[in-house]
């Protein structure tokens, strides 16, 4: 699985949230987080401090997750992960609620993050939403965090499974640990030797499958108001301008097609072959400007 796309993509095909802007952005993110850490240093003793800030985040895993996340995270997804952090109001883009969000970047078809999907939206980033980078993390505290955010999902599902009572306590963690735990990641594959790519398989391919949200020229004008699954405004993404907040590189485009965007209406594509998605990934690109043969991000 590719762990490099997301060299990022900035500024390449998006004209909006490029440069300075995402920079101020990030470095009022980080003055959030400053005063956070400096907060939380000057009540680490005090384990009664962060109980007030929400009992819920005790339950949550390992400590060396909670001193990691408090540290690098919190500012932004709150310190119990519910996206409420400080820093959030700085920000164009919510981020994610862990407790009721789903994860959008995956390369599952049951929407479920493998611990490598979690890991590179933690090392890499997704500037294009907002979320930083945090390359001064090792990789054993990347993986530490990514099982921490998944935890705060687990308590999420125990949390809204609790309500019914017609389940019993044993039930709802059953049910709540599959929830968070993902089928196998699909392969990308190579296209097949004979694949080359055609504009007019893509675009007619693009016309059944896309066409209707993106609109006919991918200018993203073709669904009207679409919500999320918390029943949210999302916008439906400009193709030929906005930023791929997944990354942009066809083995990238190639997992958000075929695994859609889990709580968004972006539906998975199940039905197509895998040169029909690689068609489509290309297609993508070309509408991204990406001339046809290009392969770098
Ligand atoms: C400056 C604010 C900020 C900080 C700091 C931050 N994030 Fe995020 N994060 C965001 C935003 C905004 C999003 C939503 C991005 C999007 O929708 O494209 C997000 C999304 C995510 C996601 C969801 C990815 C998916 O597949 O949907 C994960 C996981 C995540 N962040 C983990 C972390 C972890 C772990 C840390 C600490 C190492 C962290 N974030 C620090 C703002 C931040
Ligand atoms: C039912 C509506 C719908 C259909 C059909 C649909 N999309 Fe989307 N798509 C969306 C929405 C909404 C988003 C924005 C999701 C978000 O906010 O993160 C999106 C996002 C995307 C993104 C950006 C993902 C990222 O990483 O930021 C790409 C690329 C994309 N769609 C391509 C396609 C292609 C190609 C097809 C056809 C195979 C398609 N979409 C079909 C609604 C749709």
Redesign the pocket.
Same mark, same amino acid.
């Given at each position: 699985m590719s762990r490099n796309h997301l060299r990022s993509p900035c500024c390449e095909g998006g004209r909006k949230v490029c440069g300075p802007y995402v920079l101020r952005r990030?470095a009022f993110?980080?003055v959030g &987080?400053g005063v956070l850490v400096v907060l939380l240093s000057a009540c680490q003793n005090d384990s009664r401090s962060i109980a007030l800030l929400d009992s819920s985040a005790i339950t949550a895993p390992s400590s060396r997750g909670y001193a990691?996340?408090q540290a690098?995270?919190a500012?932004?997804?709150g310190a119990s992960g519910r996206g409420n952090?400080v820093?959030?109001i700085a920000?164009e &883009? =919510?981020? @994610?609620d862990?407790w009721n969000e789903p994860? @959008?970047?995956?390369s599952t078809l049951d929407g479920i993050?493998t611990s490598d999907?979690?890991a590179q939206?933690?090392r890499s980033g @997704?500037l294009?939403?907002?979320?930083?980078a945090?390359p001064w993390?090792s990789d054993e505290d990347v993986r530490v965090?990514?099982e921490?955010?998944l935890e705060f999902n687990r308590l999420g599902w125990v949390e809204r499974l609790s309500g019914d009572e017609s389940m019993s306590a044993a039930d709802v963690e059953e049910i709540a640990s599959d929830r968070v735990t993902p089928l196998e990641p699909i392969v990308v594959p190579m296209p097949s030797p004979d694949f080359r790519p055609s504009s007019e398989v893509g675009r007619s391919l693009y016309v059944q499958a896309c066409a209707s949200c993106h609109g006919p020229s991918g200018r993203g004008n073709g669904l009207n108001m679409p919500l999320d699954d918390r029943g949210r405004q999302v916008m439906v993404r400009d193709l030929t301008s906005d930023p791929i =907040?997944g990354g942009a590189s066809p083995t990238e485009l190639f997992k958000r097609i075929r695994c859609g965007v889990p709580g968004t209406p972006m539906p998975a594509q199940l039905a197509l072959t895998d040169d029909q998605v690689w068609h489509l990934v290309f297609y993508t690109r070309q509408l991204m400007g990406r001339p046809i043969g290009q392969t770098s991000p």
């Open positions: 990030v993110a980080a &987080i990691l996340y690098n995270c500012a932004c997804h952090g820093a959030a920000l &883009i =919510r981020p @994610r862990f994860f @959008r970047y995956v993050p999907d979690l939206t933690i @997704r294009h939403g907002e979320m930083p945090s993390l965090l990514a921490y955010v =907040r």
